[in-house]
């Protein structure tokens, strides 16, 4: 549960298209329950959320509900409010219907589900985007970039992109020596 980045989504269905504009990013606004009623996220949620979204995963049925006040519905994540996000999730509920006794002040709830973007985890690489063996050697003419390489996120979440374009360049300049 350590070795995946994802997005809490709506307990829903959703298609490829809804990836991005229904991705429930505004926990560190809420306040997290699990289905027993437990506040189970202790500290900041870090600025990707990610930290929040593995401690969902590890929750009975890896689900949390996101519960808000006015306040925090009125605060803006990029370039949208709270309430904006609220009203893509087709799990939002009034909190008077919450499997446990709703907090003070609550206004709505929103079921969601951690939603895996990519794996973490991966094969270990050198400098030159060399897939190493586990004595360290390096395996002759196998290079790995991006998703497929572990080892890049061990203390919070860097981007994936990032990984991708820099290691992918790198294995095509060392392939090319
Ligand atoms: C919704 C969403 C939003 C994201 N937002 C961001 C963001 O804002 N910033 C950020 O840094 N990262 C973001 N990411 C993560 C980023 O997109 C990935 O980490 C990155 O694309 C991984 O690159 P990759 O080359 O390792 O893999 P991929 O981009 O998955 O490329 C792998 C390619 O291999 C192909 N393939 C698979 N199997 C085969 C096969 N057998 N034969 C031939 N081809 C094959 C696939 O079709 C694919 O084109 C996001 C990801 C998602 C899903």
Redesign the pocket.
């Known amino acids: 549960m350590d070795e995946f980045y994802g997005r809490n989504m709506p307990d829903a269905d959703f298609v490829e298209a809804d990836?991005?504009p229904k991705a429930q990013l505004y926990g560190r606004f809420a306040r997290v329950f699990n289905e027993r009623g437990e506040e189970f996220f202790k500290g900041e949620v870090s600025w990707s959320e990610n930290d929040l979204v593995q401690a969902t995963a590890r929750q009975p049925g890896a689900r949390a509900w996101y519960v808000l006040d006015d306040d925090a519905l009125e605060q803006r994540v990029r370039d949208r409010t709270v309430a904006d996000m609220v009203a893509t999730a087709q799990t939002a509920i009034d909190p008077g219907d919450l499997p446990f006794t709703a907090p003070p002040g609550a206004r709505i709830a929103v079921r969601v589900a951690p939603g895996i973007?990519?794996t973490i985890g991966g094969l270990r690489v050198d400098e030159r985007a060399r897939v190493l063996r586990a004595d360290g050697s390096p395996l002759d003419g196998l290079f790995a970039?991006?998703?497929?390489v572990g080892g890049i996120s061990t203390g919070g979440y860097a981007?994936?992109?990032?990984?991708?374009l820099v290691l992918?360049l790198t294995a095509a300049e060392s392939a090319a020596l």
């Open positions: 990836f991005v973007t990519h970039a991006g998703a497929d981007s994936g992109l990032a990984a991708a992918g």
